[in-house]
């Protein structure tokens, strides 16, 4: 293998899952569609974008959105606090769809697999939080200007 096959692949096998996990993400956001945008707020999702983009582990992420939730909590907004939680969840759960990939790709002999599995989770979580983010965005836009 070239030093160059492993980033590709991945590069490709990362783009065909996003395409596909692209509707997943929408009936998260279509499921919570209540409380968008007024509830969750466009400045929450843009936090949660920057914080999936620039973390260095999963567990930044996971951290991130928990410590969402218990804001919500605190400030006696279940619904929120609800919304917070699915997120953890459906995220956890892009774990096995990580390790699926890693087993389907060519890892150099040398890579350690319990980081590039985190990366690799990490990554999933930035293309699921991706698409989420766009689809909340675009339906909390269209009905504002529905109502407008």
Do not use: C
Not at 15 to 38: G, M, Y
Not at 43 to 53: T, W
Request: charge should be positive.
């Amino acid at each position: 293998m070239s030093d160059l096959e492993y980033p590709l692949l991945r590069k490709q096998r990362l783009a065909a899952w996003s395409d596909r996990w692209q509707a997943e993400a929408a009936r998260f956001a279509d499921s919570h569609r209540d409380l968008l945008p007024r509830r969750i707020t466009s400045a929450q999702l843009y936090g949660l974008g920057n914080v999936v983009r620039s973390a260095r582990r999963y567990a930044d992420v996971e951290r991130f959105i928990k410590h969402q939730a218990g804001k919500a909590e605190r400030a006696g907004r279940l619904d929120v606090q609800g919304y917070w939680n699915d997120l953890v969840t459906a995220l956890s759960n892009l774990r096995g769809e990580a390790q699926t990939l890693l087993k389907g790709l060519p890892v150099p002999p040398e890579t350690d697999t319990r980081q590039a599995l985190d990366a690799l989770h990490r990554e999933l979580a930035e293309l699921y939080v991706q698409h989420l983010i766009a689809h909340s965005l675009y339906k909390a836009t269209g009905e504002d200007r529905m109502q407008g």
